[in-house]
């Protein structure tokens, strides 16, 4: 069962149109993403939030740096999302300092600057921790280099496959490095359910065995895809509201599918687990399905104790925009767009350049939301 292979291929949702290639990751600057935070600090309380830009540091790295310089204990800093090691990243920090006069945050920005290699733009003070999910999403700036062709095709190439996903929006896949190369992450993690393998360390089992869930996840939209049912609604589907995130079971699809249409709400996708809302009718029976086919069952999630969820199953990115560049003396393409907390730029990188993405650094959030 552990041995059976995993199904990493995932269908283009605009396979009919030719991408540009490329490359990622030429240099950390060819990667820059910035968090687009929930809510602005309120100037008071006993949680001192830094916004600081790092490249050559993950974010866990750069929390225990900041736990050590301000002598707190772990945990004592927060943050909103995890962020790649090999990208320009931007994002907020939460150190419980407890209540300090507001000096304590200039120099708090100097003692950052002295000890630590960022770049601090402000700190100020707010009333809680920031916990994974405290934010709106990412903005994506990203450099393809080493296009499949030249500087004008790649242009018209991208601008047909931005209109087509204009229309469609794209499924919101868990991005390849969530599984390790190979599904090596999905393995560990299915033989942890299984009780042949054992982690000590918390956070990583954790994160294993949601990287199961997270396969089964893709494996349930690529289903999606191929049954030509990403465009429109089953019945028994659970729907997310769009405007205010509320969600409710589809039983008339006439009146719902227009709502689809108009981008008032989508379906969304199962993150299973005991405790997960499950889909009934049509859309049940594809959920237990995948599920079925899996070396995974519930029981094994539960003894695991892993709830389950449900997760957004259609991406909708408003606006990409799309310039030349160059790299190296050769042309590249930009582009620049914004996605929702726990979507995966390369989910949306490789509908443009149609290349394994695999070895590609892990621009996104991977918060626990749903």
């Not at 990751?25 to 309120?42: G, N, Q, W």
């Not at 916990?131 to 030249?150: E, K, M, Q, V, W």
């Not at 929006?169 to 993690?189: C, E, I, K, T």
Request: hydrophobic share 40%; with cysteine.
């Amino acid at each position: 069962m552990l041995d059976s292979s995993l199904e990493l291929h995932l269908p283009y949702i605009t396979n009919g149109l030719p991408g540009i290639g490329g490359q990622l990751r030429v240099t950390s600057d060819h990667f820059i993403v910035e968090e687009v935070p929930l809510y602005a600090p309120s100037d008071e309380g006993q949680h001192l939030y830094v916004n600081l830009t790092k490249t050559g540091s993950t974010t866990k790295e750069v929390q225990m740096q900041l736990e050590r310089l301000f002598g707190l204990r772990r945990g004592d800093v927060g943050f909103a999302g995890l962020k790649d090691k090999q990208a320009r990243t931007t994002q907020t920090f939460s150190l419980a300092v407890g209540y300090r006069p507001p000096s304590f945050a200039e120099d708090a920005i100097q003692r950052i600057r002295d000890h630590l290699p960022v770049e601090v733009h402000w700190a100020r003070f707010h009333r809680n921790k920031l916990r994974p999910g405290h934010l709106l999403g990412n903005r994506f700036t990203i450099t393809i280099s080493r296009l499949a062709c030249g500087l004008d095709e790649a242009m018209a190439r991208a601008e047909a496959i931005r209109a087509a996903l204009a229309q469609t929006g794209l499924p919101n896949y868990f991005g390849p490095q969530r599984f390790g190369p190979s599904g090596s992450n999905v393995r560990q993690g299915l033989e942890i359910l299984a009780g042949v393998r054992t982690k000590r360390d918390r956070w990583l089992r954790r994160f294993l065995i949601s990287s199961v869930q997270s396969y089964l996840c893709n494996c349930y939209l690529a289903r999606r895809v191929a049954i030509g049912a990403f465009e429109r609604l089953l019945v028994g589907d659970i729907a997310k509201k769009v405007a205010t995130g509320g969600m409710f079971q589809v039983e008339d699809l006439a009146a719902e599918q227009p709502r689809y249409a108009a981008r008032e709400i989508s379906f969304t996708a199962p993150l299973y687990g005991p405790k997960m809302w499950a889909a009934k009718a049509e859309a049940g029976a594809l959920e237990e399905a995948v599920l079925a086919a899996s070396p995974v069952t519930l029981e094994q999630l539960a003894a695991a104790r892993v709830e389950g969820g449900r997760r957004l199953g259609r991406l909708l990115v408003e606006e990409i925009s799309m310039e030349p560049a160059q790299v190296d003396e050769e042309a590249a393409v930009t582009l620049r767009f914004q996605l929702p907390k726990g979507a995966f730029a390369t989910t949306l990188l490789r509908e443009f350049m149609k290349v394994d993405l695999a070895q590609a650094p892990a621009l996104d959030d991977e918060s626990d939301d749903v």
